[in-house]
Structure formats: structure tokens, C-alpha cells
């Protein structure tokens, strides 16, 4: 639909939110971008966003971060983003989602040893953006980022 936006994430911990409007045309033969990445970095997906919407960002270091998907800079033209996250040195994001601010559950975050922790605003605070998130575990590597159910993995 005309107006709608959508949200991305670089593993850095940058997010941006850009319309969707222009990628409706069909492209130019460099194609449409969307951001610009520093050198080795690169984006961990792209979701539809809503107003009021929560951003749920997990990092493989067992990071965690909930803030609010309007807080992620809207841009007009292609860049770079806002920090949502701030990472150490070796760390990384490796999963996000979007949900509603009532929802238990946004995402689910599956450690190397298969043990999955809940994120979401009823496990975790909703905070601002640029904090380096909550740990969810000591000494744990997280594999994967799930949806909240399996009725949303393909």
C-alpha cells in the first residue's frame, strides 16, 4: 500500500526506516537503494513496520534490546541509520523483529546448546535506543533468532 514504511538492521546495530514508495516503480538499472553500509557491515533483514510498533534486536554475544520501532530515524534517501545498539568489538546483530507493544513475545533467541529465551516486552523492559541492551545469558553464543511461534517460520 502507498505509505507504507518498512525497517532495516546491519549487523553493526544501525537500523533505518525508509518508505517503501519509491521502490513501488519498477527499477533503474542500478536498482533502488535503501542505505549505505560501512565497509564490511551488511543488513540482517528488512520488515514492514507500523506506528507503535517494538523493535526487538538480539545480538550473538546474548544481547538484547527492546525499544520502539519510531524511535529508528525515518530517512528519506539512502544512509547509513541510527545506532539502535551499541556492539563490543567481536559482537553482532544476528536477528530482529517487530511486534505490538501488548505482545509477550517478539522474537525468540536459541543459544548454540539449543536453550531458547523469549524476547519481547513481557519478559523485558522497552527501553530508548543507543544502549548496549540486556544480557541473557553468561557465556552463551546465540545461533538463531526465531518468530515468537512456530506458525511464523517458513
Do not use: W, Y
Request: hydrophobic share 35%.
Amino acid at each position: 500500500k502507498p505509505g507504507t514504511f518498512a525497517l532495516a538492521m546491519s549487523r553493526g546495530g544501525f537500523g533505518l526506516r525508509f518508505s517503501l514508495d519509491p521502490h513501488r516503480e519498477l527499477s533503474t538499472r542500478s536498482g533502488r537503494k535503501f542505505a549505505k553500509l560501512a565497509d564490511g557491515d551488511d543488513i540482517v533483514g528488512v520488515i514492514p513496520s507500523r506506528k507503535k510498533d517494538i523493535l526487538a534486536v538480539v545480538t550473538r554475544d546474548s544481547r538484547t534490546l527492546l525499544c520502539e520501532a519510531d524511535d529508528v530515524a525515518e530517512l528519506a534517501g539512502p544512509g547509513r541509520g541510527v545506532t539502535v545498539i551499541k556492539l563490543e568489538d567481536d559482537d553482532q546483530v544476528i536477528g530482529f523483529g517487530l511486534g505490538k507493544a501488548d505482545a509477550d513475545t517478539i522474537v525468540r533467541a536459541e543459544t548454540d546448546s539449543g536453550k531458547t529465551h523469549k524476547v519481547g516486552p513481557g519478559h523485558d523492559e522497552v527501553v530508548s535506543r543507543g544502549s548496549k541492551g540486556r544480557a541473557i545469558g553468561k557465556r552463551t553464543k546465540i545461533a538463531r533468532v526465531l518468530p515468537a511461534d512456530d506458525s511464523q517460520v517458513n
